[in-house]
């Protein structure tokens, strides 16, 4: 029978075989880039990859998701996930973007499908495979991102989804209920290979719309009720908020205005924003998010308009396992210098979120990130210009940490599922998330 460590560089030696078509992978999804819940040409790309590499798997789910079934040779044990998502935001100003969508991987995703596919093939070795317990699930998810909140709310009222990240749907789903532990690693702008450590902020999403009266604006603007006031006196409010945040809370509330009027020469009477308040802790982000709801029923009262403003259920806060992070900084100990990786405390919040973080209340899960992108995260700069740190050194060491988990009869595994600290059940993650879904109204006629 092969050591672990024998298993382990038959993964990284087919890998490395395979590179180039793993990478042409990464660089296929992000020539072609998808924003969430419409990521078709993503989905079908992945699955006709599942397919040629013989893993059985289920498509469509929640609209666009893949989940893969990879059985091992050596008995039964744990079932762990090796993720990978599927969407884009949407960046006109991108050198690499859909001419009509905008959609541009600005935040690296393709790299992360190219890992996942990458960890996956390494393992698919039979000899590999044959010798791990337990079963490899690779899974691609859709819309992590939390962007185009209208059009999501319209998939809402159609019925084709309840939540609108898509781990969140996941889980609603169920596609998670015989996963036991997952893992996925990101991309950054980072000169090292690999960072492990920290957290995300909880967030809550908002849509906001203002309703006045048009009138002209010229003429009779006596006769109106400008909802861009009533917008512009709200936001005055939330900065005038923000000395009560508190810094370790880590708080960010931020959006944009997506519909400021129909023309200038009539007093804006619909007018919609979409928020978002950030904040380190479940707590937090509930009570932040309270404030800010009263700047904008403030703004409404101001000029006597009417606001709607509807809270959506975002993210809640990344805990990595830690013995899931000690499996990854050993194996990525053996693929690079240790000066080459970043060790982060836990506690250390860099105010993004993600629905890794929703998946981390209720399973072990690790969500390390890796070098090889350049510019600023999110905007037209954010490129990769090293895959071989962004994505094939992610595939072997998420390889390796499998191995680490499913060998010995899935030893290791066992004993993280035992010893892990659940915060929720996928049952309380729903209704405390359901919770957070509220309309909140305001007209000056009341």
């Known amino acids: 029978m092969p050591t672990i460590e024998e298993l382990k560089a038959l993964a990284i030696q087919e890998i490395d075989k395979r590179k180039d078509e793993i ?3 990464a660089k296929h999804i992000l020539n072609n880039p998808e924003v969430g819940f419409t990521e078709f040409k993503t989905s079908k ?8 590499l013989g893993i059985e798997h289920d498509a469509n789910l929640a609209l666009t998701g ?25 960046v006109f100003e991108h050198p690499i973007h859909d001419p009509t969508t905008g959609a541009a991987h600005a ?43 209208e059009q999501r709310m319209q998939l809402r009222d159609d019925g084709k989804i309840e939540f609108m990240g898509g781990k969140q749907e996941f889980i609603k789903l169920g596609v998670f209920d015989d996963v036991d532990m997952a893992m996925m690693c990101h991309t950054s702008a980072t000169n090292t290979t690999f960072g492990v450590g920290g957290t995300s902020n909880a967030h809550i999403v908002k849509y906001v719309q203002f309703t006045g ?19 512009m006196i709200a936001l005055s409010g939330i900065n005038a908020n923000r000395e009560t945040f508190k810094d370790t809370d880590t708080v960010r509330v931020h959006g944009i205005l997506t519909r400021g009027g ?14 978002r308040v950030r904040s380190g802790t479940l707590d937090a982000v509930v009570a932040n998010s309270t404030k800010v709801d009263r700047c904008f029923t403030a703004g409404a009262m101001a000029v006597g308009a009417k606001v709607s403003i509807t809270n959506i259920p975002g993210y809640m806060p990344r805990l990595d396992n830690p013995q899931l992070q000690e499996l990854f900084l050993d194996n990525a100990g053996t693929l690079t210098d240790k ?7 836990n506690s250390y919040n860099g105010g993004g979120s993600t629905d890794m973080g929703d998946l981390s209340q209720i399973m072990p899960t690790l969500h390390p990130y890796v070098g090889g992108g350049d510019g600023v995260g999110h905007s037209e700069t954010y490129l990769i210009h090293d895959y071989e740190k962004a994505v094939i050194q992610p595939a072997k060491a998420m390889a390796c940490v499998v191995i680490d988990l499913l060998s010995n009869n899935a030893a290791k595994a066992k004993e993280i599922k035992d010893k892990h600290s659940y915060n929720m059940t996928a049952s309380q993650y729903l209704q405390f998330q359901r919770d957070r879904a509220e309309v909140i109204t305001y007209s000056a006629e009341n």
């Open 23 to 25: 990478i042409g992978h």
């Open 45 to 52: 790309y992945v699955s006709e990859i599942f397919s040629k």
């Open 66 to 90: 893949l989940k893969g079934n990879i059985d091992c040779g050596a008995g039964d044990g744990p079932n762990v996930s090796v993720i990978g998502e599927l969407d884009s935001l949407r």
């Open 107 to 149: 935040c690296g995703h393709h790299c992360q499908i190219g890992s996942m596919l990458g960890s996956v093939i390494g393992l698919l070795v039979p000899e590999v495979r044959n010798n791990l317990s337990g079963s490899i699930i690779p899974i691609a998810v859709p819309a992590e991102e939390f962007i185009d909140v």
């Open 213 to 231: 009266q048009a009138a002209h604006a010229g003429g009779s603007p006596h006769l109106g009720i400008n909802a861009l006031n009533a917008a």
């Open 262 to 275: 129909q023309a200038v020469s009539s007093i804006p009477s619909n007018v919609t924003l979409e928020w």
């Open 339 to 345: 000066n080459d990786i970043d060790i982060i405390d």
